[in-house]
């Protein structure tokens, strides 16, 4: 069980539990199109055992059981996301069915109590739109603003918040120079552009779900903590670099309308044509930002291309994903954020959680491994509240155990376990830890 209690919280402090659409839904059902996640599970070696998400914890059909799930626990909200490819198979014709579906989401969130926070992008593109050049093509920003307003059209008038892009660096770097989720680029071409059009996109969406009457709209940026690796110059320069291509560059994009001088140095000549300019949409006022955070990187200097640096393995316990526990990174990206981009603009914890080689023994999963992680990074936290961040909510990751994309269904993050060949949830000892703590049923 947990130490902290709700009252050791601010009044009205938010808890909810994350997930999102492609992890969770099973994208076989309902009409939904193809996606980037699709392509690239079916090519050689991307993905563990090849794995998609066309059935995942068939969500769609048991949404109803799940959401019993948060409000049995007493969680205030889910925070959830809106698969593109669901409401517009191709990007741009729309399936009533997808939108069907995200309004009888909707509404049973609702019945329950539960606040509805909605990401539109997490992720799967449709494919027709990869085949225009997806994130490497300027129109996704329009494209993007388009189906925020067809999906926000349907429930926007009951959302609690609305975020536009789950994770940035990921979107962008991750996907387009690293290679490591779809689309699986490796090129610094797509990726310097990507990141551009990941932000230009996310404040076109902004503008035009305000055009619509919407309010309560933010975004949501991953954050990992750069640790040097030594005590070397080249060490510090290292960490500062991946901290601002990480850390600083989005959230700097969207707050203070300018990149970081060491990104602009290396990745400005494959930048698009006139990229200065988009910083008045880029920068579309906000109503809140979200964090996710999970962990921090060691950072070496090597003599690779750029961004000449390595992440070394790290002394601190790990979890199944081979990530250090480091909740002290939390505590101080939250009041990074605030003092340098966000103000008293609300913050939210959007994400965090770990993943545990969980087992049901006798009908019960004993994650106490993950019980001490969210107590660890709940004290970061409240740690943060006391120095003043404007934090207004903590969103753990993940409501149920899910499609952790390149790796799989193998790497467990949720409160609750699903058997992946039965699709049975049961809930674990964090689920009821978290229960004990927020005083549900
Ligand atoms: O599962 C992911 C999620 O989709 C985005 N944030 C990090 C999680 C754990 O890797």
């Not at 690239?40 to 969500?59: I, S």
């Not at 990921?170 to 690293?178: E, G, K, P, W, Y």
């Not at 991953?222 to 005590?231: I, K, R």
Request: hydrophobic share 40%; aromatic share 12%.
């Amino acid at each position: 069980m947990f130490t902290h209690s709700r009252s050791d919280f601010p009044q009205g402090f938010v808890f909810g539990a994350a997930t999102s659409a492609y992890q969770i839904e099973g994208h076989a059902h309902g009409g939904a199109g193809r996606t980037i996640w699709d392509d690239f599970a079916a090519g050689p070696g991307n993905v563990v055992r090849g794995e998609d998400g066309a059935l995942a914890c068939d969500h769609y059909h048991r949404y109803e059981a799940d959401l019993d799930l948060l409000q049995a626990a007493g969680f205030d909200a889910y925070r959830f996301s809106t698969s593109w490819a669901r409401v517009m198979p191709d990007g741009r014709t729309v399936n009533p069915e997808g939108l069907d579906f995200y309004d009888r989401l909707t509404d049973a969130m609702l019945e329950r109590g539960l606040k509805p926070c909605a990401t539109l992008y997490h992720w799967e593109l449709p494919s027709a739109l990869q085949d225009k050049g997806g994130w490497r093509n300027r129109d996704i920003a329009g494209w993007l603003a388009d189906f925020a307003e067809t999906i926000m059209g349907r429930i926007g008038d009951r959302m609690y918040s609305v975020a536009t892009i789950n994770e940035f660096w990921c979107v962008a770097f991750l996907s387009h120079f690293l290679g490591h989720h779809a689309p699986g680029t490796r090129d610094i071409r797509a990726a310097a552009r990507a990141m551009h059009h990941v932000l230009l996109a996310h404040g076109t969406a902004i503008e035009r779900m305000r055009g619509m009457g919407l309010s309560n709209l933010g975004a949501v940026f991953n954050m990992e903590w750069a640790t040097p690796a030594d005590d070397r110059a080249e060490a510090a320069e290292a960490a500062a670099l991946y901290d601002d291509y990480y850390n600083h560059f989005y959230i700097s994009g969207a707050f203070k309308g300018r990149y970081p001088d060491r990104v602009v140095d290396a990745l400005g000549p494959h930048l698009p044509d006139g990229w200065q300019d988009d910083f008045g949409t880029i920068t579309a006022p906000l109503d809140w930002a979200g964090v996710n955070y999970y962990t921090r990187s060691i950072i070496a200097p090597n003599d690779g291309p750029w961004p000449h640096h390595n992440s070394v393995p790290g002394p601190l316990p790990k979890t199944q994903m081979g990530w250090e526990i480091y909740p002290q990174g939390l505590r101080d990206f939250l009041v990074r954020t605030a003092a340098e981009y966000t103000g008293d603009l609300p913050l939210f914890v959007t994400e965090n959680g770990m993943s545990n080689a969980d087992t049901v023994a006798g009908g019960v999963v004993q994650d106490d491994a993950r019980i001490a992680y969210f107590q660890s990074h709940l004290a970061a936290v409240r740690d943060a509240i006391a120095a003043g961040v404007p934090l207004k909510g903590y969103m753990a990751w993940s409501l149920m155990d899910n499609y952790e994309w390149a790796l799989g269904y193998e790497k467990r993050f949720g409160l609750v376990h699903v058997d992946f060949e039965t699709l049975e949830r049961t809930p674990k000892a964090s689920w009821h830890a978290f229960k004990a703590m927020l005083g549900g049923d």
